[in-house]
Every structure is written in structure tokens, then in C-alpha cells.
């Protein structure tokens, strides 16, 4: 069964920056394509950044673009997220996700993903 496991939330002051890291145990020797998204209390699950396997494609939302980058772990099947310069609406419990069922459409619908980690909080203060 395929499980991911996030690392790396936390907290820190805005203008900060943090790590998230996800490891994929469905093909440990190889990589797959995977993403991200977050949701803040009272607010819809958002999506934040994908990369397809062979790390050539990748795909960010509006709202953490040239902030956030995607990028492969130095494990193997592993997804970096490097967040810079956080602010309080970053502020969210953040998800990995895999299996994507539609190729490199639908990208940022929550449907579109067939696995879900159990997410790790990021809170950044003002």
C-alpha cells in the first residue's frame, strides 16, 4: 500500500523560510509524480505545486509562485517543498499527494490524486 510521509513543518516569523519534505513508499528505487497542497483553517484545500516523475514538468499555484520550489529529495522517491519568504496566509496544514489519475491534467483538483499523506502543520507569525 502506498503511504507518504511529510517532514518538515513548523513554525517561524514571516519573511522566513522552511523545508517540507515527502517520501513515497510505493517505488523506493525509482520516483514518481507527485505534489502538494495545503489548507488553512476554514478555508478549501489548495493547490500548491507538482512535479511530474522525470522531474521535467512542474506546476505551482498562483499564490506561491517564485516563493516555492518544487524539487527532488536527495532520497530516492522523495519531494522537496523549499518555501521562502513566508507570510501568515502561508499559514496551513500541508499535504502530499501521488497518483495522479489524468497524466498532467487536472493538476490542481483535489480528485485528481489517489494518495494523501496525513499532512504537516506550517504556521508562520507576523
Known amino acids: 500500500q502506498v503511504q507518504l510521509v511529510e517532514s518538515g513543518g513548523g513554525s517561524v516569523q514571516a519573511g522566513g523560510a522552511l523545508r517540507l519534505s515527502c517520501r513515497n513508499s510505493?517505488?523506493?528505487?525509482?520516483?514518481?509524480?507527485m505534489g502538494w497542497f495545503r489548507q488553512a483553517p476554514g478555508k478549501e484545500r489548495e493547490f500548491v505545486a507538482f512535479?511530474?516523475?522525470?522531474?521535467?514538468?512542474?506546476l505551482y499555484g498562483d499564490s506561491v509562485k517564485g516563493r516555492f520550489t518544487i524539487s527532488r529529495g536527495s532520497a530516492m522517491n522523495t519531494l522537496d517543498l523549499e518555501m521562502r519568504y513566508l507570510t501568515p496566509e502561508d499559514t496551513a496544514v500541508y499535504y502530499c499527494?501521488?497518483?495522479?489519475?489524468?497524466?498532467?491534467?487536472?493538476?490542481?483538483?483535489?480528485?485528481?490524486?489517489?494518495?494523501w499523506g496525513q499532512g504537516t502543520q506550517v504556521t508562520v507569525s507576523s
Open positions: 510505493e517505488n523506493p528505487k525509482g520516483t514518481s509524480a
Open positions: 512535479m511530474s516523475a522525470s522531474g521535467q514538468y512542474t
Open positions: 499527494v501521488g497518483g495522479n489519475r489524468f497524466g498532467l491534467t487536472y493538476l490542481e483538483r483535489t480528485t485528481t490524486y489517489t494518495y
